[in-house]
């Protein structure tokens, strides 16, 4: 070979390189505004909003409880078959989308129930006559071991039996599948935020649609491996289907490779590692460490934003990227005026968010989730304007705020 003709095939090479990353580069703009159309209805599904809350009933539906099952070896997963008393049809729901449950839980020395909100992740595909849950025994965190379990969670697990009565708002939530997508998928679910993607996966792959999934579900080992058998029968069963498998603590008796297919945590090592140069959607929900690093490192990657749905279980755990605008940003006091109960209090950003706020100062505020979800403690904001640091799930009426994830942007009035 001549060094003409060398130079030659270098050249090519060069710019089919180029070629290729620009279709790339053009590809993922595209998708951005694609993406824009996650929020529009779906094709048979009412809606008053954008997060597809009311669908088919407003506020609490009674439910009963059909059937429980554990789902880890640990029974420490146990999820709930959930059936309308009124005996009508249910509304489609997306794939990732959560109810609200509001719980009469018992309290000791107190003769009323306390009424408790929380919310719970749809963990099957829709059909007509049954939802399901899938909730996690919550214990007293390991820095703070002496401190009440979770109040919901030790609920549904001791109490909450078949034929009991459940009262339910409807499916809502903006984390979803974005269905008429023909993208790969790729579901990251760290412990028990999987539920929003095992009712993505079923959906995807009991309609037969040959969209490439690939699930990444991140565990301690296998004592908390939720429904390990349908998983694998469903990456037996479908070649579109790749399960991806970390155990962070493996067994002494799991066997890499066997048991599990990886050793750790699910990171961006992992992903680039196993996936193909491609643009994919990302879907991730997990606790807090996973979505610190996952989110902002896919981005890095390269991955646009677009492409990037997550929602988290907790208290906002990621906040936007933008630099705040707000004056609370400044060192200068924020004055926030609690109408109702006659307070003026100054504000400043180690104080949280408005709901911790009030809170610390006494008000007596609802809340719920405390996530932004479940619209518990939506106030009256009756001057001055807040911003929130997630993306709000509920519907947000217009002159109200959720105090739960919002810091004031200047001077409030709310009527607390
Ligand atoms: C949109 C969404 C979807 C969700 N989907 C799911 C799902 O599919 N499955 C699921 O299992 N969960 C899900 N969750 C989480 C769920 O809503 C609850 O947050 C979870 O069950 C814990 O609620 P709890 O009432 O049991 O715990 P809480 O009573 O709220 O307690 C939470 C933690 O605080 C600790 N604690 C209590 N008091 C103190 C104190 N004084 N000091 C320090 N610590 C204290 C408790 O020990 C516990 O560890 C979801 C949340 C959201 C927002
Ligand atoms: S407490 Fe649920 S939205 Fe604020």
Known sequence: MTTGTLALIILVAILAQVGVAAAIGIHRRGGQSRNLAADEPAPDMPTNGTSFSGAGWTGFREFSVQRRDFEDQSRSICSFYLVPCDGKPLPPFRPGQFLTFRLGVDEPAKDKPKNIVRCYSLSDSPRPDC??????RVLAPPDHPDAPPGVSSGYFH??????D????????GHFHLIED?????VLIGGGIGITPMLSILNSVLERGVEREVWLYYGVRNGSEHIMKGHLQALAERHDNLHLHVCYSAPGEDEVEGVDYDHHGRVDLPLLRNTLRLARY?????GPKPMMESLVPGLEEWGVDSGDIHYES???ATLTKHEKPTSAASDTQPVNITFSRSGKRLSWN???G??????EANGIDVDSGCRAGSCGSCQTVLAAGQVEYGQQPDADIEPGHCLLCIATPSGDLVLEA
């Not at 009565?165 to 809502?172: D, E, G, T, W």
């Not at 997508?181 to 998928?185: A, D, K, R, T, Y």
């Open 131 to 136: 939802y399901r849950v899938s909730i996690k």
């Open 158 to 163: 001791d109490h909450v039996q078949v034929g």
């Open 281 to 285: 959607q990302f879907y991730v929900c």
């Open 313 to 315: 279980f907790g208290p």
């Open 349 to 351: 950003p180690a104080a």
């Open 165 to 172: 009565r459940l009262m339910i708002r409807p499916p809502s």
């Open 181 to 185: 997508e023909p993208l790969p998928i």
């Open 353 to 358: 968010s408005l709901l911790e706020f009030a």
